[in-house]
C-alpha cells in the first residue's frame, strides 16, 4: 500500500427497511437509518417492531460470561485467541505449544496468483484476503476471523472492484471461507471512511457471538455462525442487503429502456445480466408491481434459485436492486444488532473508525474514533463522546465520556483494556490528546463513568504540529495490564513518519492526576495550575512551566538509554514513535517501534524510575504490528513482509529466523491450537508443524 493512500494508522447495510430504501446504501447517498435497541423498522412492510427479543443475544449469565473469559483461562488454554490480544488485558502471550520457529510459504505468481507450494514448509493452509489487510486474526469456535477490504470479492454481488470494508470469517480447519460482514463505503468519503482501507480492528468473540467496529461509526453484534445454523438470529432480521446496479452510461439505451420495461412490469436483459453477474440470476416468470412510476419497484420471483421479493430503486445515476437476507445467504453475516455512533451520538471519526472492542461481563467498551475533519484542525464534534460503555447484549449505551474534550490532536484509533487493578476493576482508554485515562469498569451512574485516574502520556513541553513534525504524540497502542502494573507506548499515525517515541509503566493504583509532571503557571511566587492545552501543555514564554508531580504514578520510563555507556545516544538507543502493543512474558517486555527497532526490555525497570533495556534489534523496516510471545519464542512482523523470529529471552538479541510473508505484515501474529495464524497484505496463513 502506497503510504500516501493511508491518512490514518490503521488503521451501509444497516437499515432494516426494504419498501423504503433509499440512497442509504450507495455512494452519494444519505447516512442509513439508525437501528435502536428496541426498535427497529421491520424490512418487508415498514412496521414497527416494539419490545424486541433479544434473548438470542444474551451468551449467559454475568457471573458465567465472566468465567467463560476469564484471562487467566483463555492464555493457560492456548487453544483460543478471541480477540485482539487474546484477552481484555490484552498481553498476546498465549500458552500455544509446538509452533513451529521457521516456516517456508512457497512462491506465489504475481500476475495469476497461483501458489507453487513445492518448497512450502509447515503451512497448514492459506485463504486469500483483499488487496489491503490491517485486521489481526481471531481464532475462537473453530473460525477465524480477519479484518480486510473487498479485493478478493468474494461474494459475486460485490466484486472486487467494489471498495468494502470486509470482516470475513474462515473455517480453522481448512481456512475455507465462510461469511462475510459487507460495509460499503460513507458518502462522506476519506474524511470519515478512506478508500481501500477496509476494516483495521479485530472482533470480540464470546461463545456464538460476535463484535466489532465497522468503518462506518457502527458497533455491530453477528451471529458467528453466520445463516449455516439455518437461523436468521436477533433483533435485526431481514436486513436490507444491496445485489445489484445498472448504471447510466450515457451511453446507449440500456438505463432508459430498463425504466420503461420496469414500468411495464418487465425485466429487460440489462437487468437480468446485472443479476445473473450478481449470483441472483431470474428464473422463470418475475412479476414487477410499479410502487411509484420511474422511482419504485418489486420484483416477486425466483432469483438464483431462492423464491424472493426484490426492491428495485431509481437512484440518481443508476437502477439499484436489493434483497432482505435471510437463511439462504449462507455467504452473508447474520446481524443480531447494530449501534450507529455517528448517527446516534453525533461522532465523527477522523478517516475511519477502527476499535477492538472488550467486555466486562455484560459490559462492552468502546473508542468512538471521533476526531478532527480534513483540515486536521478543526473539530467537527467537540460534544461526542469519545469513550462509550455498552450493553453487549442489547447494544444500548449505559455510559459515555468526553475527556479529551477539544484537546483530540488527530484521531483516536486505540483500543480498550480491562483488568481488576488494586481489587478495582479498570478499563483503560486512550484518549486522542494523548493522556490514558482509567474509568471503573462498571455501569456508570448518570450515564457517567467513574473517572479514577488519568496520566498525560506527553512531556509538557512536547509540542502538537502539523503532519508530524512534532514533539508531542497520539496513543495509538492498546494499553496492557501486567503483574499489576500497566504499560503504554506514544505514536502517530504512521503517515506522519519516524520521531520521538515514550513508553511507560504506571501504577494504576494512584487516583486523580497521576501524570509525571503539572503544568503550571508562575504568579509571583505561587504557582496556578494550567489547564490542559491541545498544542502545548507548557509554553516556557508565557512563565509557563512543568513541575514535578508529587501523586505521579510513574514506575519507569523508556525514551533513551546509552546501553553502550559512550555518553552519546545512537538511533539504536532511541524508543520511537510506536503503533505497537507491548507483549509481556516472565518479566520480559518486547515492543517495536514504527523505525523498525525491536526493544527488550524488563517489565519492572529499576527503583529510580529508569528502564532496563536488554537489547534493541533493528529489523531495517518499518513496524506496524506488535509481538506475540509464545512456545519460548518471539515473533513480529515488519512492513516488508519479513517476520523475525527470537528466541525468548534477555540474551538472545539475534534473531533465529527471518522469514519472509511475500507481502507486509502491518498485523500482529497470534497463535492458538499449536498453529500461528499471520495476516498479510493480502493472505491470512495457518503456520504449524505437521501432525
Known amino acids: 500500500m502506497a503510504r500516501s493512500e493511508f491518512s490514518a494508522w490503521c488503521l451501509m447495510i444497516g437499515s432494516a427497511m426494504l419498501g423504503t430504501l433509499t440512497t442509504v446504501l ?22 414497527v417492531v416494539a419490545d424486541v427479543d433479544t434473548s438470542k443475544s444474551d451468551v449467559s449469565a454475568s457471573a458465567d460470561v465472566e468465567e467463560f473469559i476469564d484471562p487467566s483461562k483463555v492464555i493457560e488454554s492456548g487453544e483460543e485467541w478471541p480477540q485482539w490480544g487474546g484477552t481484555r488485558v490484552r498481553n498476546n502471550v498465549p500458552n500455544a505449544k509446538n509452533l513451529p520457529e521457521s516456516w517456508n510459504i512457497g512462491k506465489f505468481d504475481r500476475r495469476s496468483g497461483e501458489w ?48 468494502l470494508g470486509c470482516l470475513l470469517a474462515f473455517d480453522q480447519k481448512d481456512g475455507s471461507f465462510l461469511w462475510q460482514h459487507s460495509s460499503e463505503k460513507l458518502i462522506t468519503g476519506r474524511v470519515h471512511d478512506w478508500p481501500l482501507q477496509g476494516i483495521c480492528c479485530a472482533p470480540l468473540v464470546e461463545g456464538e457471538r460476535l463484535w466489532f467496529v465497522t468503518s462506518r461509526g457502527e458497533v455491530r453484534c453477528l451471529d458467528t455462525k453466520g445463516f449455516h445454523d439455518g437461523e436468521d438470529d436477533g433483533p435485526v432480521k431481514n436486513e436490507a442487503a444491496r445485489v445489484a446496479d445498472l448504471q447510466n452510461s450515457g451511453e446507449g439505451s440500456d438505463y432508459e429502456d430498463s425504466l420503461s420495461a420496469l414500468n411495464r412490469g418487465e425485466l429487460t436483459d440489462a437487468l437480468k445480466k446485472v443479476l445473473a453477474d450478481a449470483g441472483s440470476e431470474a428464473e422463470g416468470n418475475v412479476e414487477i408491481k410499479t410502487l411509484a412510476e420511474n422511482k419504485s419497484w418489486t420484483a416477486d420471483g425466483k432469483f438464483g434459485g431462492v423464491q424472493r421479493t426484490l426492491a428495485i430503486k431509481q437512484l440518481g445515476p443508476r437502477i439499484s436492486i436489493f434483497k432482505n437476507l435471510g437463511v439462504e445467504d449462507k455467504q452473508d453475516a447474520d446481524v443480531i444488532w447494530v449501534f450507529n455512533m455517528m448517527q446516534e451520538l453525533g461522532v465523527s471519526q477522523h478517516n475511519m473508525c477502527s476499535c477492538s472492542v472488550t467486555s466486562y461481563g455484560d459490559l462492552l467498551f468502546v473508542n468512538t474514533s471521533n476526531g478532527l475533519d480534513e483540515s486536521h484542525i478543526n473539530l467537527p464534534a467537540p460534544t461526542a463522546p469519545s469513550f462509550i460503555c455498552m450493553n453487549k447484549n442489547t447494544g444500548e449505551v449505559l455510559w459515555t465520556d468526553q475527556s479529551p474534550g477539544t484537546n483530540i490532536l488527530h484521531g483516536q484509533w486505540s483500543s480498550p483494556s480491562i483488568e481488576v487493578l488494586g481489587g478495582v476493576p479498570q478499563v483503560l482508554f486512550c484518549g486522542g490528546d494523548g493522556w490514558l485515562y482509567s474509568f471503573k469498569a462498571d455501569g456508570g451512574k448518570d450515564g457517567k463513568g467513574e473517572l479514577l485516574w488519568k496520566f498525560d502520556c506527553n512531556p509538557k513541553e512536547s509540542k502538537w504540529i502539523l503532519g508530524g513534525e512534532g514533539t508531542r504524540n497520539n496513543l495509538i497502542a492498546t494499553p496492557v495490564a501486567y503483574d499489576g502494573l500497566v504499560y503504554v507506548a506514544v505514536g ?85 514513535r510506536s503503533c505497537g502493543t507491548v507483549a509481556i512474558k516472565d518479566d520480559l517486555l518486547y515492543i517495536a517501534d514504527f523505525s523498525g527497532l525491536v526493544h527488550c526490555l524488563d517489565a519492572k525497570g529499576n527503583d529510580d524510575g529508569t528502564p532496563i533495556v536488554h537489547f534493541t534489534y533493528d529489523m531495517f523496516a518499518q513496524s506496524w504490528g506488535s509481538p506475540l510471545i509464545a512456545d519460548g519464542k518471539v515473533y513480529i512482523g515488519d512492513e516488508d513482509g519479513d517476520v523475525c523470529v527470537f528466541e525468548l529471552g534477555a540474551e538472545n538479541n539475534e534473531p533465529i529466523e527471518e522469514i519472509n510473508m511475500g507481502t507486509s505484515v502491518y498485523s500482529t501474529p497470534v497463535a492458538a491450537d499449536e498453529t500461528i495464524f499471520i495476516s498479510t497484505k493480502d493472505k491470512l496463513f495457518a503456520i504449524g508443524i505437521p501432525r
Not at 129 to 138: A, D, E, I, K, R
Request: a negative charge; hydrophobic letters at 30%; glycine letters at 10%.
Open 26 to 47: 450507495l455512494s452519494g447517498c444519505q447516512p442509513p437509518v439508525p437501528l435502536g435497541t428496541a426498535t427497529l423498522v421491520a424490512a418487508a412492510n415498514e412496521t
Open 116 to 163: 507453487d507450494g513445492s518448497k512450502a514448509e509447515n503451512v497448514r493452509w492459506f485463504s486469500s484476503l483483499g488487496s489491503q489487510t490491517y485486521g489481526n486474526p481471531v481464532v475462537a469456535g473453530g473460525q477465524v476471523y480477519v479484518g480486510t477490504n473487498n479485493g478478493n470479492g468474494y461474494l459475486k454481488r460485490y466484486p472486487n472492484n467494489v471498495d
Open 492 to 576: 502517530q499515525d504512521p503517515e506522519h513518519g519516524e520521531g520521538e517515541g515514550h513508553l511507560w509503566c504506571i501504577d494504576p493504583t494512584k487516583r486523580g492526576d497521576v501524570s509525571p509532571q503539572l503544568a503550571v503557571k508562575m504568579e509571583g511566587n505561587s504557582r496556578e495550575p494550567i489547564a490542559h492545552k491541545r498544542i502545548q501543555a507548557v509554553e516556557p514564554e508565557l512563565g509557563e512551566t512543568a513541575v514535578d508531580n508529587p501523586n505521579s504514578a510513574v514506575v519507569w520510563h523508556y525514551s533513551l538509554a546509552d546501553q553502550n555507556d559512550d555518553g552519546e545516544i545512537d538511533f539504536e538507543e532511541e524508543m520511537h
